[in-house]
């Protein structure tokens, strides 16, 4: 049987194609908002802490790091491609970093198997997403595409996290009764901290450390 990923249905085969259209349509703002779509799916995702090995970088790496910074020939895929949207380059040139992502997301979804955790630090995703949004800013992140900024507007209850907690919950409300209801009370204070921008990293804060109480719950020990 094969193993699947909290929100790996997202990463629809039809994404990458609509990509490479709307780029080769040489459109620059239809191009603009279907890449918008892509990342965002992507983001979706809930990739946290190198949880798809070199498939991350690969198809969303930030260029930090790299020797040539933004044209390093390592800085590929999404964040490549926004690069290039919001800089002025010409857009029908970037369908090769499309032609590429689309065969690295086929290529991840194929070794799912091999390239997800374990499901024992399956609960460490709980509050791992969220503590990567802390970890990596917008300002650090996008190169001017404002996906971050998007995906934060959405409402926290429809994220991993939200969906980790209550598929786990029977767990939790058996070793804590408490802690979900916690949860997602803050989530909605992040929500509304999201919907009127600001105190978005306390809120985040207190989310995390509400969160990160989950994965010793859901300890496995030996017997």
Same mark, same amino acid.
């Given at each position: 049987m094969r193993r699947t990923w909290p929100g790996c249905s997202t990463t629809s085969s039809a994404t990458w194609p609509?990509?490479? %259209? *709307?780029?080769?349509?040489?459109?620059r703002a239809k191009a603009r908002t279907v890449w918008l779509t892509a990342q965002l799916t992507w983001d979706r995702v809930g990739s946290a802490y190198g949880s798809f090995n070199d498939y %991350?970088?690969?198809?969303?790496g930030l260029p930090q790091g790299l020797p040539?910074? $933004?044209?390093?020939?390592?800085? %590929?895929g999404l964040r490549?491609? /926004?690069?290039g949207?919001?800089?002025? /380059? *010409?857009?029908?040139?970037?369908g090769t970093y499309a032609d590429d992502l689309a065969g690295t997301v086929a290529e991840l979804r194929d070794d799912l198997p091999g390239s997800t955790p374990d499901a024992i630090d399956?609960?460490?995703? $709980?509050h791992e997403i969220l503590e990567d949004a802390l970890r990596?800013?917008?300002d650090r992140a996008d190169r001017h595409g404002r996906a971050h900024r998007a995906d934060r507007r959405r409402p926290p209850t429809r994220t991993p996290p939200a969906r980790c907690s209550t598929c786990s919950g029977p767990l939790l409300d058996e070793r804590r009764p408490d802690l979900r209801p916690e949860i997602h009370t803050e989530l909605d204070a992040l929500r509304g901290a999201l919907t /009127?921008?600001?105190?978005v990293a306390a809120t985040l804060g207190r989310v995390l450390e509400t969160l990160a109480q989950a994965p010793g719950l859901l300890e496995v020990t030996g017997s």
């Open positions: 609509a990509l490479r %259209t *709307a780029l080769a349509s040489g459109d %991350t970088d690969a198809i969303a040539a910074g $933004v044209r390093d020939p390592d800085f %590929t490549r491609i /926004e690069y949207l919001w800089h002025d /380059e *010409a857009v029908t040139g970037l399956l609960p460490l995703r $709980v990596f800013p917008a /009127e921008r600001r105190n």
